[in-house]
């Protein structure tokens, strides 16, 4: 609309008719006038500082483009781009935090980087299916307190064991042919030195009522003073931490390598390098971005 041949939008229209009825006001109110009006006092002083009666675009709407235009290197965004290819699995926020450790600035924030697979589409959706709350038997602080145990099979008849602390993140793997309680009880001999070398002190194992995690190994527990807890039956949640763990080497490890599942020591030698990798070097979001042994080695903190 126009106004002594000046055009002006709704808006600008309203901020002059408040401007020209405070200026009728006798006396000036300037609270009932913004109650009048629906507006706010700092809105309305606002205006008012803008407002010159012999220059009514003075009551336009101002552009809310920035000043400067922030711009990133076109090779930055070929960069995340196919890093996210090359890594589907992990979020923006792992990348950011591989930028911060490397010394690197960087260049942009981790929302920029989702926006940026996102209208690639190189988001990944999942599935989430609504999972029943059940009540957590322990919870743990320090590392060693609690150490869940499963195991996961593989191809070819092959049984990997995992041993998981839920404190620290810090896990033992080792790939068996058999699942029976004689090769569970050689792989806690074997979790049991790995840990020491870390001074982790082993005192409570939690398992799932698997033929593996039976009398013979229990009583083999009671023999070396370690607790032993089962979870509730049809209840996987409860050892949740080595589950996680399990998908993770499904995602990274056994995904990702070719593994000849016929030749059992092929099998540990290269899951032994995947070990050191998830132990020393992978970032891991529950540890604020930390690996297991930087975990351990800043905390230093020991049971023995």
């Excluded at 101002?62 to 699995?89: F, I, Q, Y």
């Excluded at 049984?159 to 790939?175: F, G, H, M, P």
Aim: glycine share 2%.
């Amino acid at each position: 609309m126009k106004y002594h041949n000046v055009k002006l939008d709704s808006e600008a229209f309203f901020r002059l008719r408040v401007m020209d009825a405070y200026s009728r006001m006798k006396p000036q109110n300037v609270r009932s006038l913004c109650k009048t009006f629906g507006i706010s006092k700092s809105w309305f002083y606002k205006w008012k500082k803008r407002y010159n009666p012999r220059n009514l675009t003075s009551l336009k709407s101002l552009s809310r483009k920035p000043n400067k235009l922030a711009s990133t290197n076109w090779s930055v965004v070929v960069e995340v781009c196919e890093w996210k290819r090359n890594n589907p699995r992990k979020s923006q926020y792992y990348l950011y935090q591989e930028w911060i450790r490397a010394g690197r600035v960087p260049p942009c924030s981790p929302k920029t980087i989702y926006n940026w697979w996102k209208r690639r589409n190189l988001i990944i959706t999942r599935h989430r299916r609504q999972r029943i709350k059940s009540r957590l038997l322990n919870r743990a602080k320090l590392p060693g307190e609690l150490f869940q145990m499963d195991t996961k099979f593989l191809p070819g008849k092959k049984y990997q064991y995992t041993a998981i602390d839920v404190v620290s993140k810090w896990r033992y793997l080792r790939v068996y042919p058999k699942l029976n309680q004689e090769n569970t009880i050689d792989f806690v001999n074997r979790l049991l030195a790995e840990a020491g070398k870390k001074r982790i002190t082993v005192t409570l194992i939690q398992t799932d009522n698997g033929h593996e995690f039976q009398a013979d190994f229990e009583n083999y527990l009671k023999q070396l003073n370690i607790a032993i807890q089962h979870t509730w039956i049809h209840t996987p949640d409860q050892n949740g931490v080595v589950e996680r763990s399990h998908r993770t080497d499904e995602e990274e490890f056994y995904q990702e390598t070719e593994i000849d599942y016929t030749d059992l020591e092929d099998i540990n030698t290269k899951l032994n390098l995947w070990l050191e990798k998830y132990n020393t070097k992978r970032l891991h979001f529950s540890l604020n971005y930390q690996t297991p042994e930087e975990y351990l080695n800043k905390n230093k903190v020991s049971t023995i």
